[in-house]
T-cell receptor, first 111, second 116 residues
Framework: GNSVTQMEGPVTLSEEAFLTINCTYT??????LFWYVQYPGEGLQLLLK?????DKGSNKGFEATYRKETTSFHLEKGSVQVSDSAVYFC??????????FGKGTHLIIQP | GAVVSQHPSWVICKSGTSVKIECRSL??????MFWYRQFPKQSLMLMAT?????????EQGVEKDKFLINHASLTLSTLTVTSAHPEDSSFYIC????????????FGNGTRLTVT
């Protein structure tokens, strides 16, 4: 079956630091890949997605590239802000089958 | 737009009682909704897929007689936890698809259920 593994947190960084949150997956077929973000007190929001190999999803300065050869979809941002503090979920799937989520990574950005 | 409202946001109930959680798509029609459950420090686990006008499809290991799902209209799906026990305490979250099946999911804010 499908599974998603992402680095466990919390991840604590200083403002303007470079961010990488690792995500690897196992799946049958060629699923779409997603990063969702949950800000404090809010619901899950789609951050970015990629639907096929070598696609790069980007939004709000975050990027992730669908790497089929390494079955990875690592989330990166060049310079994080305090407002990026949230829980980030890597997920795969979509459509009628729903999503398979990773455990979530709690990111804390300190001023 | 594409707002999903989930109610209540938190609920405390006594063991043996039933609790109903509502998931509404406020500004779109959702033919398909999903219910997830999240245990502390664990992934969101898909419980069931809810299609309007038909029976829900449950994931393996999810008791359909315990977690009753009804999708009576294109804007409302309900999850009823029957005869709740402390081990049912968890975070339940719904999501809905707006438009085509390959469209992004829109999530509710979740419901924290505590069974005492």
């Amino acid at each position: 079956g499908n599974s998603v593994t992402q680095m466990e947190g919390p991840v604590t960084l200083s403002e303007e630091a470079f961010l990488t949150i690792n995500c690897t997956y196992t799946a049958t077929g060629y699923p779409s890949l997603f990063w969702y973000v949950q800000y404090p007190g809010e619901g899950l929001q789609l951050l970015l997605k990629a639907t096929k190999a070598d696609d790069k999803g980007s939004n709000k300065g975050f990027e992730a590239t669908y790497r089929k050869e390494t079955t990875s979809f690592h989330l990166e941002k060049g310079s994080v802000q305090v407002s990026d503090s949230a829980v980030y979920f890597c997920a795969l799937g979509g459509g009628a089958d729903g999503l398979t989520f990773g455990k979530g990574t709690h990111l804390i950005i300190q001023p | 737009g594409a707002v999903v409202s989930q109610h209540p946001s938190w609920v405390i109930c006594k063991s043996g009682t039933s609790v109903k959680i509502e998931c509404r798509s406020l500004d779109f029609q959702a033919t398909t909704m999903f219910w997830y459950r999240q245990f502390p420090k664990q992934s969101l686990m898909l419980m069931a897929t809810s299609n309007e006008g038909s029976k829900a499809t449950y994931e393996q290991g999810v008791e359909k007689d315990k977690f009753l799902i009804n999708h009576a209209s294109l804007t409302l799906s309900t999850l009823t936890v029957t005869s709740a026990h402390p081990e049912d305490s968890s975070f339940y979250i719904c999501s809905a698809i707006k438009g085509r099946l390959d469209s992004p999911l829109h999530f509710g804010n979740g419901t924290r259920l505590t069974v005492t």
